[in-house]
């Protein structure tokens, strides 16, 4: 019988994919502005990708060490953050309804600027983490992930690099800073839809910046736990302590400097991820439930497996680790 999983051509497909989207045509001149000279913007884009990949090398041990799909919620069940897991299930739900904010980029050409427009090229890699959260659907994925997101990430930077040149020879560089879309400076009717997208990108991006800082944490907290009882698991795709390490500086440095410029941004996320440990403490905690909400809670969670195909309801639920 054929298998259904994903093989490493598809993988690589499916990686280019997912990054290459939206944040080709919303992100550019956001990076112009805020890095004020096109050959550092350019730089920047490969900074971004560089960063982009010290996370996902992070992703992909940690899928590879938990064998569940779910991407930060799952690995942070599997690290016993059972707390943290359930608040950024809030936070990132918010995002999904569509919160708009105000831009925090500054226009000034300052280091701040610089990290903000790394920060902006983030967003645009950020597709790459849809291949660890499906590792139930990768076939060998301790080889697959690791080739098919380098891979991804490679070709990616270099049509990101390329397509940021190519609007540099098309529109001067104060067109392409006052444009608030690239694209729109070319064909503004058409994508006339994206005028609301440009400030929820500033929200998703300090989102995913602190998801990913608690992910590396979780996962140092992990090695450290598998180094003291000796554990050894063939079956994954090991890096290097260093890399969680250096990108929780990353990450830690990503989370903050949005404080420095416009303190509304960060300060909504910071906001949801506290009534996210609300909801945790008062209603989610099982010991906290009566018995018919109980019931109701797994009906529901079993629902919900089938419902969106992400779990088999049969499995037993994730194992949560001290």
């Known amino acids: 019988m054929t298998s259904q999983k994903l093989n ?8 280019i994919g997912d990054i290459i989207g939206s944040g080709i045509f919303v992100t550019p001149a956001y990076v112009l502005s805020n890095t004020q000279s096109a050959w550092l913007s350019l730089i920047v884009w490969v900074i971004g ?24 919620f799952a690995f942070l069940l599997y690290a016993g953050w059972r707390t943290l897991a359930t608040a950024f299930y809030v936070v990132v739900s918010s995002t999904a309804v569509g919160l708009e904010n105000a831009s925090f980029f500054d226009k000034k050409t300052t280091a701040g600027g610089i990290v903000l427009g790394i920060f902006s090229c983030i967003f645009a890699f ?20 690791p080739i098919s997101t380098a891979i991804g990430l490679i070709v990616s930077i270099v049509v990101y ?75 994954v795709f090991e890096v290097p302590v260093v890399v969680p390490i250096l990108y929780a500086v990353v990450a ?33 905690r099982r010991k906290r439930l009566p018995r018919f909400l ?14 969106l195909d992400c779990h088999n309801p049969d499995v037993e639920p994730l194992e949560l680790h001290a």
Not at 129 to 144: M, Q, Y
Request: charged share 15%.
């Open 252 to 284: 830690l440095v990503i989370t903050i400097i949005p404080f420095t410029t416009d303190w509304r941004i960060p300060m909504y996320g910071t906001v949801m991820f506290i009534v996210g440990l609300t909801v945790h403490f008062l209603i989610l």
């Open 126 to 145: 950020n597709g790459w983490a849809l291949l660890p959260i499906s590792i139930e659907e990768v076939d060998h994925p301790k080889r697959n992930l």
């Open 49 to 72: 990708g560089v960063i982009s990949a010290l996370a996902a090398a992070v992703y992909i041990e940690f899928a590879t060490t938990c064998k569940r799909s779910g991407g930060d």
């Open 294 to 307: 109980k019931v109701i809670d797994e009906k529901l969670l079993t629902l919900g497996r089938i419902a």
């Open 161 to 235: 690099v390329l397509m940021n040149a190519s609007y540099l020879t098309v529109l001067t560089v104060d067109e392409f800073k006052s444009a608030e879309t690239v694209i729109t400076g070319i064909l503004t009717i058409c994508i006339s839809f994206l005028g609301s997208l440009n400030d929820l990108i500033n929200y998703t991006s300090f989102t995913f910046a602190l998801q990913q800082l608690c992910v590396s944490c979780a996962l140092i907290w992990v090695k450290w736990q598998k180094w003291i009882r000796n554990e050894v698991d063939p079956d």
């Open 8 to 15: 490493l051509v598809q993988c690589i497909a499916y990686c």
